[in-house]
């Protein structure tokens, strides 16, 4: 295991991740005795303030995202002691000396840095750092996505960062890994013989992975316009979640061998031509409508005026290889979607012959998996059972779910926020849930692909009403292949 950092160092503490995920994470983690007692946290952001005031912020912080009963003010004042402050303003490339002379007498112990910050300043942070002595050869530093807009930007980022540290010293975060149904997928897959022998073009006709939002711009009017959903989420979140659904076995769990995996897999997606992106890419725009019962102003209402980023979009992909030649995978995501989902549906194939067939009687299902992410983390089965009778007019089969619900069958755990396994997991120098250089560009490879080819043909966005699941043609995309969404 590498050495845990001795100081962990926030940029962009100030700002909404850092008070709703960030602190709240790391007090749960200080609060069950997962951190070291001589752990300090050093926040830094560009408004002058002294320690004290620093530390109201994040009082107040853990009292409005915290549970009531989370919140305990003799824990909190613990908590508080391990928090300084230092103002550095990335933008203007000042207060690295002052943040280096805090830190002084700690770089004893290599120092984490955790950069929730716009992407364009993480270049320009890992420089400052290096030239005030900051980036040591066990320092670490950890980014939010997205790592650059394309694959040029993406390369010119990590050359950046990688100049001062090395790649294995860098954490690129994608929060959907930190989720235990996502890391359950792992187990799901390679601790039961009951599923992975099926896990192929053979028992499989098609996966579906859904991540529906409710909200709209919500205040991210400047990052989002111009970004989009194949930005904002496929390129990271879906990406990620295909990679871990269909990558070949690893050979173990370390992070090496997890995410060669996950590279070969998404090094298999094959890219997307001119001809391809009309019959499988649809790309949506919500307009004026209702989103639990409430109505809401359409996308460009809220922006102020006309645009062509998409708030919705909708793919089929395949992967060429052969576990899963010929198997399309359906990706779909959207803003202002009619309920908040994340899932992914495994559709296996029907049996290849009936034995209950008689005159009259109803065709069998083929058995579905399907796997909650949000709100509710679960996963289920579709099988088919006998309904009960004497059967005197023959043997009547009814689709059932079997029901593995992680809060039920975990009822005694308490259901930690994604951020906590991985803020724990920088800390102690764990790579596993993290993304390396090579899957960020892998991933940056197959959406500038499709990025290219709407270009090519001058796709616009379709409108659809908010709280609908996007465009018709959506629905087609699908059903063309006699499927269904499954919503």
């Not at 930005?231 to 060669?260: C, F, W, Y």
């Not at 991985?422 to 490879?445: C, K, M, S, Y």
Request: proline share 5%; hydrophobic share 45%; glycine share 8%.
């Amino acid at each position: 295991m590498s050495v845990k950092v001795g100081t962990l160092v926030l940029f962009g503490a100030t700002g909404d991740l850092a008070h709703r995920m960030l602190f709240p994470s790391l007090y749960n983690l200080h609060m069950d005795g997962l951190l070291a007692d001589t752990l300090t946290i050093v926040g830094s952001g560009r408004s002058q303030m002294d320690c004290a005031a620093f530390q109201a912020q994040v009082r107040a912080a853990l009292t409005e995202h915290l549970p009531g009963d989370r919140v305990e003010a003799p824990v909190v004042e613990t908590f508080l002691q391990r928090i300084d402050y230092c103002a550095v303003d990335a933008g203007k490339g000042t207060g690295y000396d002052d943040l280096a002379a805090l830190l002084g007498p700690r770089m004893d112990q290599p120092v984490g840095v955790y950069l929730s910050t716009p992407p364009s300043m993480f270049g320009p942070i890992a420089q400052g750092l290096a030239a005030a002595g900051i980036a040591c050869a066990e320092c670490r530093i950890a980014m939010e996505k997205p790592i650059g807009h394309d694959l040029a930007s993406s390369r010119e980022v990590n050359e950046q960062v990688g100049s001062a540290f090395a790649e294995d010293h860098i954490f690129r975060i994608d929060h959907y890994l930190g989720k235990e149904t996502v890391q359950n997928l792992l187990a799901l897959r390679f601790a039961n013989m009951l599923f992975e022998p099926l896990w192929n073009a053979r028992a499989i006709d098609h996966v579906q992975i859904t991540v529906a939002e409710t909200v709209g711009l919500e205040g991210r009017v400047s990052y989002y316009d111009g970004v989009g959903a194949l930005k904002d989420m496929v390129q990271n979140h879906m990406l990620q979640l295909l990679a871990i659904i269909a990558m070949e076995p690893p050979a173990n769990v370390g992070s090496t061998a997890v995410r060669d995996e996950k590279v070969k897999l998404l090094r298999s997606l094959r890219k997307m031509t001119a001809e391809d992106v009309k019959a499988h890419s649809v790309k949506g725009q919500y307009t004026a409508g209702a989103v639990n019962g409430e109505a809401v102003a359409g996308y460009a209402d809220e922006l102020g005026r006309p645009s062509n980023t998409e708030t919705f979009v909708a793919l089929k992909a395949f992967i060429d290889n052969w576990r899963w030649k010929g198997v399309p995978f359906y990706l779909r995501t959207g803003k202002r979607m009619p309920r908040r989902q994340s899932e992914v549906l495994i559709q296996f194939k029907p049996v290849p012959h009936n034995i209950f067939a008689r005159v009259g009687a109803p065709k069998l299902d083929a058995n579905v998996m399907i796997i909650n992410l949000q709100p509710e983390e679960n996963i289920r089965v579709k099988v088919m059972a006998k309904q009960p009778g004497l059967d005197r007019e023959g043997v009547k089969l009814r689709e059932v779910n079997l029901d593995v619900s992680l809060s039920h069958s975990f009822a005694g755990e308490r259901r930690r926020i994604a951020y906590e396994r991985l803020l724990l997991d920088f800390i102690e120098g764990e790579q596993t849930l993290f993304v390396r250089r090579d899957e960020v560009e892998a991933q940056w490879q197959w959406i500038d692909s499709i990025r290219d080819a709407w270009a090519a043909v001058d796709m616009v966005p379709q409108s659809y009403t908010a709280g609908s699941w996007g465009p018709s043609s959506a629905i087609a995309l699908i059903e063309r292949d006699g499927a269904s969404w499954h919503d």
